[in-house]
T-cell receptor, first 114, second 115 residues
Framework: NAGVTQTPKFQVLKTGQSMTLQCAQD?????MSWYRQDPGMGLRLIHY???????DQGEVPNGYNVSRSTTEDFPLRLLSAAPSQTSVYFC?????????????FGSGTRLTVV | AQSVTQLGSHVSVSEGALVLLRCNYS??????LFWYVQYPNQGLQLLLK??????LVKGINGFEAEFKKSETSFHLTKPSAHMSDAAEYFC?????????????FGKGTRLSVIA
């Protein structure tokens, strides 16, 4: 069982560069989401998707784009990286976006923007 | 809007001592509540959850939590701490009446266990 797979695990970017953080799940989960984790801030929701072709913004969406062309994949794109986007990024999925479903998390991508 | 407050960003206990991590929620309706654990350099894992029914819920690794509506609390406890319990713990809340509202997480409490 692969669960939720995130790649890469580590990345260093220069300011202004763009990149895509990959997230894939093999559990046929409808719901997928991206969080960023910063010291003392907990997890903040960036974007989420309740199914293929459907995405919505979370708490901190600026500077990030997402798309959901398949059930399995939910990539996060940084359009023009900024030092403020230095963070650890987590992808999470759930069978459905229902209130009683727990999330399965990936192991994270640690991004540094210099 | 729902929210959770975790009291204490860092808790330190001795090995074998009681672990108590506090979580209070704000919600206009009885919510669903979750505790997650994050070990160093890993993602979050579900420890336990409360949805309906028994207010005392048991999770993995000997942890349990009790939903107390009158106190709007969902504190996490473990009778005897192990060194392996050192991690960061997150409380989360969701609205049972809203099918599309993502989980809202607290800021986390880092647990240290002293030998």
């Amino acid at each position: 069982n692969a669960g939720v797979t995130q790649t890469p695990k580590f990345q260093v970017l220069k300011t202004g560069q763009s990149m895509t953080l990959q997230c894939a799940q093999d559990m046929n989960h409808e719901y997928m989401s991206w969080y960023r984790q910063d010291p003392g801030m907990g997890l903040r929701l960036i974007h989420y998707s309740v199914g293929a072709g459907i995405t919505d913004q979370g708490e901190v969406p600026n500077g990030y784009n997402v798309s959901r062309s398949t059930t399995e994949d939910f990539p996060l794109r940084l359009l023009s990286a900024a030092p403020s986007q230095t963070s650890v990024y987590f992808c999470a999925s759930s069978l459905k976006q229902g209130a009683n479903y727990g999330y399965t998390f990936g192991s994270g991508t640690r991004l540094t923007v210099v | 809007a729902q929210s959770v407050t975790q009291l204490g960003s860092h808790v330190s206990v001795s090995e074998g001592a009681l672990v108590l991590l506090r979580c209070n929620y704000s919600s206009s309706v009885p919510p669903y509540l979750f505790w997650y654990v994050q070990y160093p350099n890993q993602g979050l894992q579900l420890l336990l959850k409360y949805t309906t029914g028994a207010t005392l819920v048991k999770g993995i690794n000997g942890f349990e939590a009790e939903f107390k509506k009158s106190e709007t609390s969902f504190h996490l406890t473990k009778p005897s701490a192990h060194m392996s319990d050192a991690a960061e713990y997150f409380c989360a809340v969701s609205d049972p009446n809203s099918g599309n509202t993502p989980l809202v997480f607290g800021k986390g409490t880092r647990l240290s266990v002293i030998a």
